[in-house]
């Protein structure tokens, strides 16, 4: 069974940093994506960053330049670093991951799109606040 556990959320004033982790387990695929999502009170869910097992990225505009999607496959963790943080950042942050595949033209376009239908585990979220 596919668990995925965020932490490092917390409340930081604009400006500010913080590192997201999402610990993985459960699976063994050898191809897969996995993705940041965020959502805001009374907003949709929307995907942040994703990254694949070859390692293809992808940024909303929003955070491009700001966030970086990483992983380390020894620890089967995910991150997310965040810097330069924005009041409009506030959201809780969501993990998710599937397998994905089977080229990695497929992937990367799951990577490109980063939409909520093609992750089909998540985490139970990690609040993130930023103050102005």
Not at 11 to 36: E, F, I, K, P
Request: proline share 3%; charged share 20%; aromatic share 10%.
């Amino acid at each position: 069974q596919v668990q995925l556990v965020e932490s490092g959320g917390g409340s930081v004033q604009a400006g500010g940093s913080l590192r997201l982790s999402c610990a993985a387990s459960g699976y063994t695929y050898s191809s897969y994506c996995m993705g940041w999502f965020r959502q805001a009170p009374g907003k949709e869910r929307e995907g942040v960053a994703a990254i694949d097992s070859d390692g293809s990225t992808s940024y909303a505009d929003s955070v491009k330049g700001r966030f970086t999607i990483s992983q380390d496959n020894a620890k089967n963790t995910l991150y997310l670093q965040m810097n330069s943080l924005k009041p409009e950042d506030t959201a809780m942050y969501y993990c998710a991951s599937d397998q994905c595949g089977p080229t990695p033209t497929h992937r990367r376009r799951v990577v490109a799109g980063r939409r909520k239908a093609d992750f089909g585990y998540w985490g139970q979220g990690t609040q993130v606040t930023v103050s102005s």
